[in-house]
């Protein structure tokens, strides 16, 4: 671990800092981190889900958490009654995002103004309105009630994996054709119902990263506020590369705040290291990372259950990070002692030369440096890993996905080589960034401020509503946005026929601040959608997915426009793609892409019809979010949703493709920033052994996050596993270079030091600090801030080159 981080790398960051100190004080920059800090741990996401009942809510509500139907725990699928009241689901990883499966709509009493206050509307933070064939009146009626209610909504057109299949019977059967021809068909549905600019997204509960879900996924990151989004990016399953990336960049900027909390703590000596670091806060946030990256055992069985592959399968990608539960104190000592003498030095040394001032309080920057150099090079590790058990589940899956080669299989001395990846220019651009921050301010504000901002990622919720008829897949949806399988333990349940009457609340299994709630279904006759939003507290969702499995109908249009009056969100999403699609190839001369445009053209037409000018459809497969759109869904969701609400999207969506893994390192790396920060202000924390100080504590827990946000956890890895269908053990055998987010402890830690640092962090640190003077004059912080920064990067840089295995092993045939 380290090898990815080079002094322009730490130049960049340290930039960052410096900026930040030109303007403020270490103090105060570090409470604003540590307020930051608390608002993300407490944040909560409460994501409404509703639509008629048959419509896939249940699944859809187990897919946002990342889980299968059948688990334990997943919401109940493939029942025949209605939901008469709202459920809610937890993440299986992170409670506090929890995804609410709301009662049916499609009653012929069903009143919409009423419907709302019955299923406490302002408890979520927006609502997704699920159908399986089409937007009805109902859920046009609600989603103006919803919009009046200041709440956002998504109209979501579940199970088009199955209009897919069932469109592969028919002769000259084109995929493209027939999603278009979906959402054409739901778009004029919902303008024939008086909906004028649909924006429908069609989605698979089985593959995320499949038709219009990525897109969704973009438009509710943007839709939230930077804790909602946070919350949500930390929860998504990880289904795709991009989701990955996503997370590693909501990681990184949690490393920042983290680092510079670190700073004010106080020298905390880490027995057999001379350095000085939180243990804690390492520990508590590698094990945080590798939750977000599913790098904990709930997480890859849960892909095992989805992949159908065995956890040990989806574990053996797991080479450079460890799972959740092996990130202990002891594995981040091992951790500093390994690594902290060839790179932490260096950028300890490279600290104080570009930030004098930081000499100052050696134990604080000592502290920053460390923890930010061990969480960043940990993030790196934790999200390539993720990368690797995203590839592995994927696996014999879809022809494309391919397990990026591996020589070794993880090992503690697998960390060794980890700081060589860092060059001297790519420190000098990390290092810019903190001189720029401290030209304005003092080292102590830009701590405070990085502290307050990891308390608002650690604290922030997403809460996603997700609505539609029932049958749609909206539970499917919930579930594989969660990350799950429709039958673990604590999915939504799928299945089911009947109207749901009360709203579903599913956390995700890793982060549990991102929630998924699954609404009650919009299909009945009596629905009206100012009542529904009420019943279904519209003002706790940040927004709304508006699922549909065959077509939409006038309910998902008024749903939307209630959504829209009350400033909500909401998208159109066409599930069960991927069941189309699988019913299609029976027929003669079939073409996936003219089934697919087929599907999209019946969504868009419907929509058309309903009164949606504009109709914007995303169609979907639960079980492969990286076909279709999934990956346009996602990235509305996240131009929609506010930093820390996208965040928490990102950190939390499954590693489906390269993409998803590519947008969670980023967010993990602006998280590293973070985490390096407000290690300076814990003070100088010798690390027994070592010439070198640092928070292990926060490189323990950062280490852990990314390893979760990434996947690479015993929980993510095994639900991995059973979406996949192949073993764990064949999933973890592609994590070559980071450990589970469960090996991930302060031995590790300070072992990864000892072998890394001497030829790393030591030229980081002088190069530091002639880049940024000041650090100088925070001898300890500046230590800090460049060995956290140095470590948590390579780490990231591991844990994503193992997350992008584990899925290509997971989609291998």
């Not at 956890?311 to 053996?316: F, H």
């Amino acid at each position: 671990m380290g090898s990815a981080i080079s002094q322009t790398i730490i130049r960049d960051e340290l930039e960052k800092l410096k900026e930040a100190l030109d303007n403020n004080n270490l103090s105060d920059v570090t409470e604003q981190s540590r307020i930051n800090l608390n608002l993300l741990k407490n944040t909560t996401l409460d994501i409404a889900i509703t639509g008629a009942s048959g419509t896939g809510k249940s699944s859809f509500v187990n897919a946002l958490r990342g889980m299968t139907d059948y688990e334990e725990g997943a919401a109940e699928t493939g029942g025949t009654q209605t939901t008469v009241k709202a459920k809610g689901y937890p993440h299986p990883t992170f409670p506090k995002v929890t995804i609410w499966d709301l009662p049916g709509i499609e009653t012929p009493d069903f009143e919409p103004d009423k419907y709302l206050k019955k299923v406490n509307f302002r408890q979520y933070d927006f609502f997704i309105i699920v159908a399986s064939n089409r937007f009805t009146t109902n859920d046009v009626l609600l989603a103006h009630e919803i919009l009046k209610m200041k709440k956002k909504f998504y109209y979501v057109r579940t199970n088009v994996d199955v209009s897919i299949r069932s469109e592969r019977r028919k002769p000259n059967f084109n995929e493209e054709k027939t999603l278009m021809k979906i959402r054409k068909y739901c778009c004029a549905g919902l303008i024939k119902v008086g909906e004028y600019n649909p924006k429908v997204f069609l989605t698979s509960r089985w593959d995320l990263n499949l038709y219009d879900f990525p897109l969704l996924r973009e438009t509710l990151e943007n839709d939230l506020d930077d804790l909602k989004r946070y919350a949500l990016i930390t929860t998504m399953p990880n289904f795709s590369r991009e989701i990955l990336r996503k997370k590693k960049v909501v990681m990184e900027a949690l490393i920042w705040q983290l680092s510079l909390v670190s700073c004010v703590i106080g020298t905390i000596p880490v027995p057999g290291l001379s350095l000085v670091c939180d243990l804690g806060i390492l520990v508590e946030t590698m094990r945080d990372f590798c939750k977000v990256f599913g790098l904990d055992d709930e997480s890859l069985k849960r892909l095992a259950d989805r992949t159908g592959k065995p956890v040990p399968v989806l574990r053996s990608a797991i080479k450079k990070s460890r799972m959740a539960n092996h990130v202990t104190p002891d594995f981040v000592k091992g951790l500093l002692s390994k690594s902290i003498v060839c790179g932490a030095m260096m950028a300890v040394e490279f600290v104080f030369g570009f930030i004098p001032g930081l000499g100052s309080v050696f134990g604080g920057i000592s502290s920053f440096a460390t923890t930010f150099y061990m969480l960043k090079s940990f993030l790196n590790d934790v999200v390539e890993d993720a990368e690797d058990v995203l590839a592995k589940a994927a696996e014999n899956l879809e022809s494309r996905y391919k397990q990026r080669p591996r020589t070794s299989i993880w090992r503690p001395d697998s960390y060794t080589t980890m700081a060589f990846a860092f060059t001297k220019e790519a420190i000098r651009k990390e290092f810019e960034k903190l001189k720029n921050d401290l030209e304005n301010r003092n080292l102590e504000d830009a701590i405070q401020q990085s502290e307050k901002y990891l308390d608002l990622v650690k604290n922030s919720t997403l809460d996603i509503a997700i609505t539609g008829d029932t049958g749609a897949g909206k539970s499917s949806l919930v579930n594989a946005l969660r990350g799950m399988t429709d039958s673990e333990e604590g999915a939504a349940e799928t299945g089911e026929t009947q109207t749901t009457m009360e709203r579903m609340k599913y956390s995700h299994p890793s982060f549990p601040n991102v929630t998924i709630w699954d609404l009650p279904g919009i299909g009945t006759t009596d629905f009206e959608p100012k009542d529904y939003l009420k019943k279904v507290h519209f003002k706790e969702y940040d927004f709304f997915v508006i699922v549909a499995s065959n077509r939409f109908t006038t309910n998902d249009v008024l749903l939307a426009r209630e959504i829209l009056k009350m400033k909500k969100k909401f998208y159109y999403v066409r599930t069960k793609v991927d069941v189309s699609i699988d019913s299609e190839r029976r027929k003669p001369n079939f073409c996936k892409a003219k089934c697919l445009d087929k599907i999209r053209e019946y969504c868009c037409d419907n929509l058309a019809k309903a009164g949606e000018s504009n109709p914007l459809v995303f169609l979907i497969s639960r079980w492969d979010l990286d076909i279709y759109d999934f990956p346009r869904l996602q990235m509305t969701l996240e131009n929609d949703l506010d930093d820390l609400k996208k965040y928490a999207l990102i950190a939390s969506m499954p590693a489906f493709s390269r993409e998803v893994l590519e947008k969670k390192k980023a967010a993990m790396e602006s998280l590293i920033w973070k985490v390096s920060l407000v290690s300076c202000g814990i003070g100088a924390i010798p690390v027994p052994g070592l010439s070198l100080v640092c928070d292990i504590g926060i490189l323990v827990a950062t280490m852990r996050y990314f390893c979760k946000v990434f996947g690479l956890d015993e929980d993510s890895l095994c639900r991995l596993a059973s979406r996949v269908g192949k073993p764990l053990s064949m999933l973890r055998s592609a994590i070559k270079k980071s450990p589970m987010a469960s090996q991930v402890t302060t031995e590790f830690v300070i072992d990864l030091l000892t072998k890394s640092l001497l030829c790393g962090t030591m030229m980081a640190v002088e190069f530091a600090l002639d880049f940024v003077p000041v650090l100088g004059s925070l001898t300890g912080g500046g230590l800090s801030f460049v060995t956290t920064f140095y470590i948590l990067k390579s780490f990231l840089h591991d844990v994503e080159e193992d997350a992008e295995n584990v899925r290509a092993k997971a989609v291998e045939s």
